[in-house]
């Protein structure tokens, strides 16, 4: 296995999606998706620094919904070739790509710190087969934006271990993550597939995780 440095995974109940566009990059889509009166408690914007400072811009989704809401809706951009599938308790965005959707990226939040920084990193390296970091080599690792801060961005190949209640062990694998963690919460956006695909899809991955976005209506 092996963990780059070089190289450029939340929710605690499904979103219901209100909309989605093609005006993204060419056979992408742009969609708006508002976040259900349980989750708009989640601080999406604050003026400490401690707090997630999400960048404020108008939902681009030509197909809006017909009624005006004041919730929060969260924004992304859908990677050409990428299928949104059915979210989870755990998941706002679930996507996946590859012909047998054998690849998958997914955004995933949680209030508080989700268990901090380096033990949320060294968990996707256990999971690939890759020895754990300390948290100097941890801070490190490469920052890329993530709702306008910078975020630890992972990037292991080897054979992952999805856990979760499965002893499946999936071959030749590569994982790219980005993680923001701090006291008002974790955010987490995870692609896992074969090293190939992965590979294919890592232009696709940074044009997901920069459009990621929330509206304030």
């Avoid at 508002?34 to 914007?45: D, G, Y």
């Avoid at 020895?131 to 961005?153: M, R, V, Y």
């Amino acid at each position: 296995m092996r963990l780059s440095s070089t190289l450029p995974t939340l929710l605690l109940a499904a979103l219901m999606a209100t909309s989605c566009g093609d005006n993204g990059p060419s056979g992408s889509e742009i969609v708006t998706r508002e976040l259900p009166e349980s989750q708009q408690s989640f601080r999406l914007v604050d003026s400490s620094a401690e707090r997630f400072r999400y960048q404020k811009r108008d939902a681009a989704a030509p197909a809006a919904s017909s009624q005006a809401s004041s919730a929060p809706e969260l924004i992304y951009t859908t990677p050409e070739g990428w299928e949104e599938k059915a979210g989870s308790m755990m998941r706002d965005v679930n996507l996946s790509f590859g012909e047998n959707d054998e690849g998958e990226c997914y955004v995933a939040r949680l209030p508080g710190a989700g268990g901090g920084l380096v033990a949320n990193v060294n968990r996707w390296l256990g999971q690939m087969g890759a020895d754990s970091l300390t948290e100097e080599e941890i801070n490190a690792l490469p920052k890329k934006p993530l709702f306008g801060q910078p975020a630890t961005f992972i990037d292991v190949t080897g054979d992952f271990s999805p856990g979760m209640g499965s002893s499946e062990v999936k071959k030749n694998h590569r994982l790219l993550g980005l993680i923001l963690a701090s006291d008002a919460g974790a955010v987490f956006v995870k692609m896992t597939g074969p090293e190939k695909l992965v590979a294919e899809n890592a232009d696709g991955f940074d044009v997901f995780t920069s459009s990621l976005d929330v509206s304030l209506n």
